[in-house]
């Protein structure tokens, strides 16, 4: 009963960033504009508490909240996946071909929000933007992928030792 819970949290959970990154993209450019404005002040002030001097641009700021938002949707769906039970495979490597399905999902979800933003008054599609979002969403497939595959191993190990039932 938990995992069933946890299965349809983490799924809600999905489909609301996906909600926030599609809501974005409906912003205005005038709105999008204001938005990335005040996250590159905010972005520049931490860089400069922490000694770095260079003012960060703004197109810069964006294309690492394109980075960030994929890569953390790339995470949700690779655990959607885990929990759904599609990567119970005793091989790992199974489990982590099954997971790389996440990166042509987020693929897909990237291009629908260019889609969305070409609609969106003042906005453009722009494929750099697809790319910068994919590559986003590879990197947290990747990152998923290497912890997963780390924590088999230890429960394999701790099972071989004699430390997990």
């Known amino acids: 009963m938990a995992v069933k819970i946890l299965r349809v949290s983490l799924l809600c959970l999905t489909v609301l960033?996906?909600?926030?990154?599609?809501?974005n993209s409906m912003d205005n450019g005038v709105e999008s504009g204001k938005k990335s404005s005040t996250v590159t002040v905010i972005v520049n002030e931490?860089?400069?508490?922490?000694?770095?001097?260079?003012e960060i641009p703004e197109s810069t700021v964006r294309n690492m909240a394109h980075f960030g938002e994929f890569a953390v949707l790339s995470l949700?769906?690779?655990a959607d996946l885990a929990l759904l039970s599609f990567v119970r495979s005793a091989d790992w490597r199974r489990a982590?071909?099954?997971?790389?399905?996440s990166a042509p999902?987020?693929?897909?979800?990237?291009?629908?929000d260019e889609l969305i933003q070409k609609f969106s008054a003042?906005?453009?599609?722009q494929l750099s933007d697809v790319l910068t979002d994919t590559l986003g969403a590879i990197c947290g497939m990747a990152v998923f992928i290497l912890f997963y595959?780390?924590?088999?191993?230890?429960?394999?190990?701790?099972?071989?030792?004699g430390d997990l039932r």
């Open 17 to 23: 960033w996906v909600g926030f990154i599609f809501a």
């Open 149 to 161: 595959i780390a924590i088999r191993a230890v429960k394999k190990k701790a099972a071989h030792n």
């Open 46 to 54: 931490v860089a400069e508490s922490v000694g770095i001097d260079e």
């Open 96 to 101: 982590a071909v099954t997971l790389m399905t």
């Open 105 to 112: 999902i987020c693929c897909l979800a990237a291009c629908v």
């Open 122 to 125: 003042g906005r453009a599609a």
């Open 76 to 78: 949700f769906v690779c």
